[in-house]
């Protein structure tokens, strides 16, 4: 039963319609997408059984309209999708509900609902597809979701921080494009798993594998503009300050962690298939260090790591407003999803490269957990008093026990505290930088350790002064005269033991995201679960026009017209045939 | 030899100066009408570069009944594809901006910036 791979994103599309009809019907409409979102938790919980959990369980692909693996669009449930999916299930639930009970009814009715599904439509579909154009295609469905979310409200500052949000983006999908235009021009092939066969073998493709290494960079820039990490951190802010808070939630829980999603999927399934040895970049005779562009991932990734963590520690203490600190908090939090990564990348062994990996995974979930409830608490304490400035806030506790235990829970998630889901995430990270220095014991292998130790104190910082200004001391006249809906309160509190039961029961959580990584670092499995039969083509029978339907025609190459001398309009890659005169 | 190649593939050139005139655009014009001319010059050089790559000289259409060489109908389909992508983008774009020359009456960046700085 393969369809179930499909099952999530029809599920999405059928939310779409059927809320977008249902405009004129606001409490059906309420009632679809919430039932709309139940259903997609369902359908995710599903794939991942079949995936993941059930006995006979292993990894499905399903090819859409039924074209075979290189020439169709394939989409691929493996352990990782799997994982995500579940995060952005979860956290999508959770959303949509509190969303409904938070929102003005006349906010929800123009356009809220059809925008939520259609943000978990492109997220859903960015996790599951196989192909790399159709992956920037996901990711535009989920950006314009997120641009009209974050423009929302209609104020002037709202479509103003919605027009910066905006520009870096279309800039950033432009050069997503470009990189991914250069790797079809150069390895021939826009399907993942084929794209990793041909690179592992690029001889026999007769591909030039150096110009990878630049094509997958302008790749990673716009994966860490999605993500929000340093130096492509600027639009966070004030985009999660506009979006209405429900929203806000995903965009910090979920859409950011597609952009690391497709760092690990591209650079471990795919990238790091291509040998370089003796590569020399192109004009310039100048070696390129490392065996592949996962070797050029590491330290670029590190860095970036570091100083998201770095900036958003230090812009998260001195915030104002619950809204902005939580964003900055997510600009560090992300940067503590991308260390792990950036280690597994120069990590010496598998094992260690795959507990590297696995730590992410663990800690993105937590992340989009922790961070969800917290957003989702804001959401509530803005609904029932007005205002998130902390100045304004104070003695929550007092007045809402319920509300303000399940913040806290965040809060300490967030912390790292036993027995949280946080607490392994962020014991899992420090175990990879410490085993990282414990390899290589110089000061440089230093670094990962105390930019994850200067984070955790940071965020303590940070946590500690909403705690203490928001939810403390006495009421405020705001406060006082709040009223907090108890529907609201449950949910969140619903949300707590989710992340209290994902940190007591967490072998079951740590053996998910283990065959989650393995299935990331599993270049073999992958290849042959999308693509069995290499060289198959569209009319076996027919007369070498296979070839001409797998690869571009002839594609002139600019980045090494200067290497080669121009006029090599040979298409030399033998395997294709029947093309390039 | 570089004279050589930017003669024989002008179209190159025309995408690297299309790239740049579009991200200087983005980046030095301070009106936001002028922001998204920019953002469209800069996805029509990249439209361009997978046009350009995907040209085969002599090739024809990949139907049987035609001869080899075959042209690859994959990046044109790619680029229709992209193409609708950034037309809705550039609407979403226009649409924001007509919204924030009705609420300031500027399409000033500084401007802009200076009348949010007073709020």
């Known amino acids: ?49 079949r995936v993941v959990l059930a006995p006979d369980a292993g990894p499905a692909t399903y090819q859409s309209g039924g074209w075979p693996a290189p020439f169709g669009i394939t989409l691929v449930a493996d352990a990782l999708s799997a994982f995500m999916l579940v ?43 196989g192909d790399l154009f159709n992956l920037f295609v996901w990711f535009e469905v989920m950006l314009m979701a997120s641009y009209v979310f974050v423009a929302f409200y209609g104020g002037a500052k709202h479509t103003a921080g ?97 952009g690391i999603y497709a760092v ?78 950036a280690l597994a990348a120069s990590a010496p062994s598998g094992a260690v490269r795959r507990a590297a990996v696995a730590a992410a995974l663990v800690y993105a979930l937590h992340h989009a957990l922790a961070k969800g409830l917290l957003f989702l608490s804001t959401a509530t304490v803005r609904g029932a008093t007005g205002t998130t400035r902390l100045s304004e806030l104070g ?21 790292g505290i036993p027995p949280l889901a946080g607490f392994f995430g962020k014991f899992l990270v420090f175990e990879v930088a410490a085993r990282h220095f414990a390899t290589v014991p110089t000061a440089a292998a230093a670094v990962p350790l105390a930019a994850a130790l200067v984070g955790a104190v940071l965020t303590i910082v940070y946590i500690t002064r909403t705690w203490i200004g928001g939810f403390w001391g006495t009421q405020t006249p705001q406060v006082g005269q709040a009223t907090v809906d108890p529907v609201q309160v449950g949910l969140l509190a619903a949300l707590a033991a989710v992340i209290l039961a994902a940190g007591v029961a967490f072998d079951p959580v740590y053996r998910f995201a283990t065959a989650a990584a393995e299935a990331a670092l599993d270049r073999g499995a992958y290849v042959d679960l999308v693509d069995p039969a290499p060289g198959t083509t569209l009319l076996a029978a027919g007369t070498g026009a296979g070839g001409a339907l797998g690869s571009s025609g002839g594609a002139a190459r600019p980045d090494r017209a200067g290497e080669r001398g121009a006029g090599t309009e040979n298409g030399n890659r033998p395997a294709d045939g029947g093309e390039g005169t | 030899m570089i004279l050589e190649s930017l003669l024989t593939q002008y179209n190159y050139v025309a995408v690297v100066a299309l790239l740049g005139i579009g991200l200087y655009m983005i980046v030095e014009s301070t009106n936001l009408v002028k922001k998204v001319i920019g953002l469209n010059v800069f996805q029509t050089g990249i439209f361009l570069l997978f046009i350009t790559a995907a040209y085969v000289e002599g090739g024809a259409a990949p139907v049987l009944t035609n001869e080899a060489p075959y042209v690859s109908p994959l990046p044109h389909v790619l680029i229709l594809t992209a193409i609708v992508v950034g037309v809705s983008l550039v609407a979403v774009a226009l649409a924001l901006i007509v919204r924030i020359y009705g609420a300031y009456g500027t399409l000033d960046e500084d401007v802009l910036r200076e009348v949010r700085a007073n709020e």
């Not at chain 1, 250069?182 to 990793?196: E, F, K, P, Q």
């Not at chain 1, 003695?395 to 912390?415: E, I, K, N, T, W």
């Open chain 1, 395 to 415: 003695g929550l506790g007092q007045r809402s026990p319920v509300l303000s235990a399940a913040f806290l829970v965040g809060s300490l998630s967030l912390v």
């Open chain 1, 1 to 49: 039963m393969n369809q179930i791979v499909i099952a999530p994103l029809l599920v999405a599309v059928v939310a779409v319609v059927a809320t977008l009809a249902l405009g004129r019907r606001p409490a059906l409409q309420r009632a679809t997408s919430v039932a709309g979102a139940i259903v997609y938790a369902a359908s995710v919980a599903l794939l991942a059984w």
């Open chain 1, 162 to 258: 919605a027009f910066r949000y905006l520009v870096p983006n279309v800039v950033g999908s432009a050069v997503m494009l470009l990189g991914i235009g250069g790797l079809y021009a150069t390895v021939g092939t826009l399907n993942m798993a084929d794209m990793a066969r041909r690179l592992a073998d690029p001889a026999a493709y007769g591909i030039d594998v150096a110009p990878v290494v630049g094509l997958s960079a302008f790749v990673l820039a716009t994966f860490a503009l999605k993500a929000g990490l340093v130096p492509f951190q600027f639009w966070v802010p004030s985009a999660y300050r506009a979006a209405p808070l429900p929203a806000a939630a995903m965009l910090a829980g979920v859409t950011k962690k597609v």
């Open chain 1, 264 to 341: 690990i999927r591209l650079y471990f399934t795919v990238f790091a298939a291509a040998g370089l040895d003796g590569a020399t970049l192109p004009g310039t005779g100048v070696g390129i260090t490392g065996d592949s562009p996962l070797a050029f991932l590491g330290p670029v990734l590190l860095a970036m790591a570091v100083a998201s963590i770095a900036v958003g520690g230090v812009g998260a203490v001195g915030r104002e407003t619950v809204d902005e600190l939580l964003a900055y908090s997510s600009i560090g939090q992300v940067g503590f999803i991308a260390l792990p990564v």
């Open chain 1, 87 to 129: 995060l952005a299930a979860t956290v999508g639930l959770w959303s949509v509900a509190v969303a409904v009970r938070v929102l003005d009814r006349e906010n929800q009715r123009v356009f809220y609902h059809p925008l939520f599904h259609c943000m978990l439509l492109g997220v859903t579909g960015a996790f599951l597809t």
